[in-house]
């Protein structure tokens, strides 16, 4: 996940914002901090844009919520 920094947390902020998106700290087991990193990977090559660890998450999440009837 992305940590903030001086220098650019609150463009970044921001922008998070204007996604709807609310910042949270998550704890994770080890190996799926491994599998995170790796989907993030084979996305960012397929799709040929970049895709980080709170992507792959929200993508995850959405997937699940979906199959479960939460979300449309």
């Known amino acids: 996940m992305h940590h ?5 947390g609150h463009e970044h902020e921001e922008e998070a914002h204007e ?13 799926h901090l491994e599998a995170l990193d ?9 799709l040929k844009q970049p895709w980080d660890r709170g992507a792959v ?5 959405s997937e699940f919520f979906s199959r479960r009837g939460k979300i449309t």
Not at 4 to 8: A, L, P
Not at 20 to 30: H, K, M
Not at 57 to 61: F, G, T
């Open 19 to 31: 996604h709807g998106l609310v910042e949270v700290t998550l704890l994770l087991e080890d190996e």
């Open 57 to 61: 998450v929200r993508l995850a999440l």
């Open 4 to 8: 903030h920094d001086e220098h650019c």
């Open 38 to 46: 790796e989907a993030a990977a084979e996305l960012s090559k397929e």
